[in-house]
């Protein structure tokens, strides 16, 4: 199995993690990039990618992707080597003092220096406990535990299943493009914003969305490559069939710190406690910033976590090239490599 060396190792391609590889660049450090999720841009891209941001400096609204897309545009002058669809899943020293870094597919990717941009750890759906569910999890499936493209709901009928923020949000917009909206909760009153709510119900009593309650998810059918119902059931076991073309799940995001918890960093809980001045953890060479780390005063923000990459990125130089005095430039002075 492939082992790579480089200047920095960045774990998470969130907006953290991108932005690391933008402000290691500046500095003249080279970085691979690993994540577990199959494409960049961390919750951005996972969670929300078409909801504006409003508190990204400069841009009055931007959409989440579109800020990805942005920042990816930003760092790929400086060259990274992305690893998708990887977990780290191991941290060790070598004998010369790099870090060896172990991905979940057996590679090794050996740096002198680690920045943790991991978020909230490794994310992933709640499933519902469906028998076959994953068959249909796939791209042509019909089940999504996350809206990347509302486009491609137009005109199809889709079972919304769930309570919270994501599931009466989406009802509410994609009712404006599905042919049918059905809501499947199993109680009548919803855990979401109470406009939310409102707008809901209002939709519900105007027909444009089916509230199918009290009732929870039983079953799905399909021809084993796309599913075709959803089936629901009350707690009394009478079961109703639903015909659907997709099938959102949204019972919120398991988070886990995953195997960062094991590679023996200064942790509270759940998050990585380092220096806000240099954002190192209490372990030489391997930094944390974004969502990850934690230190008096923290604001979970992408606009904090810029700023956290610069510092990073600035406390990693000497450790990668302890020979050399780095100097600080602004970019309006060094530029950036040609794209
Ligand atoms: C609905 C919603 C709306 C939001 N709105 C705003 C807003 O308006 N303004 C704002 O500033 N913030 C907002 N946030 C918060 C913002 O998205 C986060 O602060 C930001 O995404 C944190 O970025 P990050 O790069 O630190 O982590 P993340 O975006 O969580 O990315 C971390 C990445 O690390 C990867 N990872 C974790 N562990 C491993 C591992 N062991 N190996 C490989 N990869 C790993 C994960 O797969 C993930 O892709 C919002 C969040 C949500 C959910």
């Not at 579109?66 to 060259?79: K, N, S, T, V, Y």
């Not at 941009?117 to 019909?142: H, Q, S, V």
Request: charged content about 20%; aromatic content about 8%.
């Amino acid at each position: 199995m492939a082992t790579h060396e480089t200047d920095v190792l960045v774990v998470g391609a969130g907006p953290a993690g991108l932005f690391a590889v933008f402000e290691c660049g500046m500095v003249k450090l080279k970085c691979h990039v690993v994540d577990a999720l199959d494409a960049i841009g961390g919750q951005c891209r996972a969670l929300y990618p078409e909801k504006p941001i409003y508190d990204i400096p400069g841009h009055p609204s931007l959409l989440a992707g579109e800020l990805i897309e942005r920042l990816e545009a930003q760092a790929a002058p400086f060259a990274p080597v992305f690893h998708l669809g990887r977990q780290m899943v191991s941290l060790a020293r070598d004998r010369d003092r790099r870090w060896r870094c172990g991905l979940s597919d057996g590679s090794v990717i050996r740096a002198a220096a680690v920045i943790v941009a991991a978020g909230c750890g490794a994310f992933g759906p709640n499933r519902p406990p469906l028998a076959g569910i994953e068959t249909y999890e796939g791209d042509n499936g019909g089940v999504r535990y996350f809206v990347s493209r509302r486009e491609e709901f137009r005109a199809k009928r889709v079972v919304i299943a769930g309570g919270g923020d994501s599931a009466v949000d989406w009802a509410i917009s994609l009712a404006e493009i599905a042919a049918k909206v059905m809501v499947v909760h199993r109680r009548p009153k919803f855990r979401a914003a109470p406009d939310s709510e409102a707008r809901l119900k209002t939709l519900a009593d105007q027909g444009v969305i089916e509230l199918v309650v009290p009732y929870q998810l039983h079953g799905i059918e399909g021809d084993g490559q796309r599913l075709t119902a959803v089936v629901v059931a009350t707690l009394d076991g009478a079961t109703r069939r639903l015909e659907a073309d997709f099938l959102l799940p949204f019972f919120g995001l398991a988070m886990e710190l995953g195997p960062i918890a094991e590679w023996g960093l200064g942790l509270d809980s759940g998050t990585v406690v380092v220096d806000p001045a240099t954002m190192a953890s209490d372990t030489e060479g391997v930094f944390a910033i974004g969502d990850i780390c934690r230190y008096p005063g923290k604001l979970k923000l992408i606009l904090t976590a810029f700023a956290e990459a610069a510092r990073a990125a600035h406390s990693a130089h000497p450790i990668v090239h302890p020979d050399q005095a780095l100097h600080f430039e602004y970019s309006t002075t060094s530029g950036v490599p040609a794209g």
